[in-house]
């Protein structure tokens, strides 16, 4: 009989304590340790900062490491525990999903304490972890292969008054843009679970895998805002530009109408950036199919008057691949 997942110190003690989510071994794999840091300053609210779902985002362990080094000095009232890398397999092997098995961290919430290791990793942070926080920001970013803004995401909420309250944590990031995003995917998310239980759960998405120094500025900003709106610092919120843009939008993108697939196999030529408006039938991109002599290229065209909220870098993609989300200014 294998050991239950735990933390291996007291993470109400007050100040900053530091110690191991332990996930228990498996038949796939030992036990892992993943490092977690718990900032008590007493009564308020109970934040839970998570990073590296996916091993391929390099942004959010860097903030959230960042935030290591500040947040003990300014926070003023809380508890805010922060887990730079949820799933440090991935993390090894730069990939979205864990190596060992295979799947997606992101879709097998709230796991199975018996299953493969993501199974485990999915389960340790649901009992453990979720538990301790009201709110939670779950640090990602879209990946390499993809154009995207800092933009802080969430999906409709069945939940009128979680779905507003949501949106409102998710605005004061004042990333550039704020997408609330019908998901096809939402049943195994993180997100789900932490909103089936009445929890305020944003996830902050950034850039397309480049890691540079102004993104990272302006996520770091974002979440120092989101600090700043929960009352666990204090201090003025930044609208750090990015484009040119000063401001934030909010937008929603719906599946049937704002997600554009490959409709052949070729190579995509992205003819738009992120944040454009494009009218109904403005072009998007360009795909030209390289395997026959005679085949033409294909427009890509704006089913709708939006804004380009992601888009692929110029690749080769196969039919029925994701290469553009657009969006429209949401009405609230
Ligand atoms: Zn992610």
Same mark, same amino acid.
């Given at each position: ?17 530091? @110690?191991?989510?332990? +996930? ?11 490092? +977690? ?51 440090? /397999? ?22 199975? %304490?018996?299953?493969? =290791? *993501? ?5 340790? +942070? ?5 538990? *301790?926080?009201?709110? #939670? ?5 879209? &990946? ?15 939940? /009128?008054?979680?779905? %507003? ?38 996830? /902050? ?5 480049? =890691? &540079?120094?102004?993104? !990272?500025?302006?996520?770091?900003? &974002? ?5 700043? %709106? ?43 950036? #992120? ?24 427009? #890509? !065209? %704006? ?10 870098? @110029? ?14 200014? !949401?009405?609230?």
């Amino acid at each position: 009989m294998s050991e239950a997942p735990h933390l291996t110190f007291d993470f109400e003690k007050p100040g900053m304590s530091k @110690g191991h989510l332990v +996930v228990p071994k498996g038949a796939d794999c030992e036990a892992l340790s993943l490092p +977690v840091f718990s900032l008590n300053k007493g009564e308020g609210p109970r934040l839970l900062i998570t990073g590296g779902c996916h091993g391929n985002e390099l942004e959010g362990p860097i903030v959230a490491r960042r935030l290591i080094e500040w947040l003990p000095e300014a926070q003023t009232c809380g508890r805010i525990i922060i887990v730079p890398v949820l799933n440090p /397999p991935a993390l090894k092997a730069f990939t979205r999903n864990t190596p060992i098995d295979g799947l997606n961290l992101n879709r097998v919430f709230p796991g199975r %304490a018996n299953g493969s =290791v *993501t199974e485990r990793i999915a389960d340790a +942070v649901s009992r453990i972890l979720l538990p *301790t926080a009201d709110t #939670i920001f779950d640090l990602h970013s879209y &990946g390499p292969g993809w154009e995207f803004p800092l933009v802080n995401t969430t999906h409709p909420i069945a939940d /009128p008054d979680l779905m %507003a309250k949501t949106i409102r944590m998710a605005e004061a990031f004042k990333l550039p843009m704020t997408l609330i995003w019908e998901h096809p995917e939402t049943p195994g998310m993180f997100d789900t679970l932490a909103q089936n239980q009445g929890k305020v759960f944003v996830c /902050p998405e950034l850039g397309g895998g480049e =890691v &540079g120094a102004e993104a !990272l500025a302006i996520y770091e900003a &974002g979440v120092r805002n989101g600090l700043i %709106a929960l009352g666990l610092i204090e201090g003025k919120s930044a609208n750090l530009t990015f484009r040119h843009q000063k401001s934030t939008q909010a937008l929603e993108t719906r599946r049937s109408s704002d997600e554009l697939y490959s409709p052949a196999r070729g190579i995509f030529e992205p003819r738009c950036s #992120i944040l454009d408006e494009v009218k109904q039938g403005g072009l998007i991109g360009i795909l030209h199919p390289m395997e026959s002599l005679s085949a033409l290229s294909i427009d #890509i !065209l %704006a089913p709708g008057t939006s804004i380009v909220c992601g888009i692929r870098s @110029g690749s080769y993609v196969e039919v029925g691949e994701f290469i553009a989300l657009l969006g429209r200014p !949401l009405n609230h």
